[in-house]
């Protein structure tokens, strides 16, 4: 457990900082509100919508990529790590499954779901 | 220790069973999912945490976020009593609590893990993990790289407009 | 030292919200995401025992499952995102063309 103490202190820090500073802030300024001073940008344009706006399709696309390639990786850790125990067998092993997934992605370039159309 | 990340991640849970609004029950679920990588950590195992962290708290969750953004459904939902659904659940995990409790009560092989486990095993390394994959459960990762392929070709026939 | 019967309590507990989250909710989204949850409950009980049992082939497992829930979520998602452009809808209520 005793390597893990780092980690719980960053996670520590990281919480504490925002509700510092801001309470500080909070603290050590004055307080005159307005209805301009609460609008989004208080010297730019008006805003006219809400923040949360629909995104494209076509970003889905790149997140499933992003994300099958990302689980790739992680089956990769354990081989590189292993690699020089697992030998030639292990390098046909892998060469299959990257076979696959290179074949997969073959298949969604010649299908033009990486063009931005 | 134990207890807090089992908090976290129950608590994360609930939230996300019972939060209307979507966008807060995927946050609920990346703290279920935080939780459940502290959990792996308290049983000696970092490379599974480190893993969970990777796989769920980074990519899925992300997915997820993207989905619920693009489809801009983080309206309310309509708040229909379930009646029939509600009881169906309520029986279905009774009968699993109660062949839970009754498996784990009666097996012996259960309650002499139980007792081994105290003799501290050494903590989980990705040598290990490497080793046995690759060598004893090879037909398993050949299987996953063809379900990633299945998955990835299957994403884009679907989502894609014109093929 | 953590008991093994704690956490294979945590996780049925995780499981049961999983299973009473996709029959009670009836957003596709949230349905998928406890799906996601039940998974998590199992891969919680792979480590569990791969730690009270001294073997690696529970890790090796898990890490299987979350390859497999990667793909689930993939092809879920894109489901959900299909459903959405012709129906206009993720409420799983309305999804009832085959109701007769």
Redesign the interface.
């Known amino acids: ?1 005793r390597g ?1 103490a780092s980690i719980l202190l960053l996670i520590l820090v990281a919480v504490a900082l925002p509700i510092i500073i801001l309470n500080l802030s909070r603290l050590l300024r004055p307080s005159w509100p307005s209805a301009a001073k609460y609008a989004t940008y208080e010297c730019g344009i008006v805003t006219t919508n809400e923040a ?6 076509r ?3 790149v ?6 390639f ?3 990786t ?2 990769l ?3 590189a ?2 690699m020089k ?2 030998a030639v067998f ?1 390098f046909i ?2 060469g ?2 990257l076979f ?2 290179l ?3 073959g ?2 370039w010649s ?3 990486l063009t931005w159309e | 220790m134990f207890i807090t990340f089992a908090l976290i991640t129950l608590l994360g849970a609930l939230g996300m069973l019972l939060q209307k609004n979507v966008v807060v029950a995927g946050l609920c679920m990346v703290a279920a999912f935080f939780g459940v990588a502290g959990l792996f950590v308290l049983l000696a195992n970092p490379v599974a945490a480190a893993l969970q962290i990777i796989v769920y708290t980074g990519a899925i969750m992300v997915l997820v976020l993207f989905v619920i953004m693009m489809l801009n459904s983080h309206e309310e939902e309509a708040g229909a009593a379930r009646p029939v659904q509600r009881w169906l659940s309520l029986a279905l995990i009774a009968v699993l609590a109660f062949a839970a409790v009754k498996l784990v009560l009666a097996s012996a092989g259960l309650n002499a893990l139980a007792v081994k486990g105290a003799e501290m095993p050494q903590a989980m390394t990705l040598q290990k993990v490497g080793t046995t994959l690759f060598a004893d459960h090879l037909l398993g990762f050949e299987v996953a790289g063809l379900v990633l392929l299945a998955a990835m070709i299957g994403a884009v026939a679907l989502t894609k407009r014109n093929l | 030292m953590v008991s093994l019967n704690a956490v294979l309590l945590i996780s049925f507990l995780l499981f049961s919200i999983g299973i009473a989250g996709v029959l009670i909710r009836r957003n596709a989204l949230i349905i998928l995401m406890c799906v996601e949850l039940m998974l998590n409950a199992a891969n919680l009980n792979f480590i569990a025992f791969a730690r009270h049992n001294g073997s690696v082939a529970g890790q090796a497992f898990a890490l299987l499952v979350m390859g497999f829930a990667a793909a689930e979520v993939a092809v879920g998602l894109a489901l959900v995102v299909a459903l959405y452009r012709r129906r206009d809808t993720v409420q799983v209520d309305d999804i009832n063309l085959l109701k007769g």
């Open positions: 457990m893990y949360r706006e629909k995104f494209s399709v970003y889905y696309l997140a499933v990529m992003f994300l099958v990302d689980v790739e992680v089956f850790m354990p081989w790590i292993q125990e697992l292990g092993e892998l299959l499954f696959l997934l074949f997969g992605y298949y969604i299908k033009g779901a």
